[in-house]
């Protein structure tokens, strides 16, 4: 599968998704990039704007197992890997696969769930695999997390601490539709919920190709260096006292590759690294005291080192092997 046929696999995926998902097609490719690069998504937005809807809606498009995980302070690691049960008939120990072992889940308000089981999901998310009793079970392929905070409420919540932040590929906000949306809206949930008419449009070998693809598409050397200078921009500014991590380049570099291959291109240009660098860096920056009293946000900042790095000329179809 080459580039045109992602770009094709990705429209059908996102008509499909916008049946329920109204007016917010930039988040849901967005979204669709980090699934095609295998990497997780943190969902930063307040209650009712359609997080969970975005995630059942996503799975129903790509066939894919769905399982949601609502985080509370007193949910344990074995809530979300599963444990084991020992059995009187046979006399041995049966693993009970956690809800984790779905393809695509959601976890829901992962900041209300206590430090160590924010830690076995996020082990879950970089390893792909869960340690129950010494035995070791590989999670599905594909497999997606989008976690959900809501950014307004810390009563009762353990926010993340930056270093699992950075395992995230993408920060995304949905927002709140605009005046036509909502109406629309309210119109298409008077008599069901659209979300029942949904139905898969591509197939798992589909999905796997499409992955396998955007590892395909090119990059050029002076692409790779544009990506590494954007980020130490981030950890030269003023306004930041931890810039990006080495994390956030390699998923700044896959992102490029992915938004380049939803474009219909076998081929990244330095438009595809800006249009992924926001969300892709933004999460990873610690902001430094004064910048946080003069509310400067982190997603200010990426805009202005896009603006100040130079951008590499001459990349383009011919460059391409």
Known sequence: ???????????????????????????????LVAFLCEGHVLIEDVPGVGKTMLARALAASLGCTFRRIQFTPDMLPSDVTG???????????????????????????????????????????????VTVEGETHRLPRPFLVLATQNPIEYEGTFPLPEAQLDRFMMRLRLGYPDRAD?????????????????????????????????????????????????????RRHPSVYLGASPRGSL???????AWAALQGRTYVLPDDVKAVAVEVLAHRLIMTPEAR??????????????GIVPVPGGVGPDAAP
């Not at 429209?11 to 967005?30: A, D, M």
């Not at 589909?206 to 790779?224: G, S, T």
Request: a negative charge.
């Open 1 to 31: 599968m080459k580039a045109q046929p992602v770009h094709t696999f990705a429209r059908r995926v996102i008509e499909n998704v916008e049946h329920v998902i109204l007016g917010k097609r930039p988040v849901i490719e967005k979204l």
């Open 83 to 129: 444990v084991s049960i020992f059995n009187q008939k046979t006399q041995e120990f049966e693993f009970r696969p956690g809800p984790i072992m779905a393809e695509i889940v959601l976890a829901d308000e992962i900041n209300r769930a206590p430090p160590k089981t924010q830690a076995a999901l996020l082990e879950a998310m970089e390893e792909r695999q």
């Open 182 to 234: 909502e109406v629309h809206i309210l119109e298409s949930q008077r008599q069901h919920h659209p979300i029942e008419d949904v139905r898969p449009v591509v197939s798992r070998e589909e999905i796997l190709a499409a992955q396998e693809a955007v590892r395909e598409v090119y990059v050029d050397d002076r692409i790779k260096t544009y990506v590494v200078d954007i980020v130490r921009a981030t």
């Open 251 to 257: 998923f700044l570099f896959k992102g490029a590759r």
């Open 293 to 306: 009293i003069q509310q400067t946000l982190q997603e200010d900042v990426i805009r202005e080192v896009l």
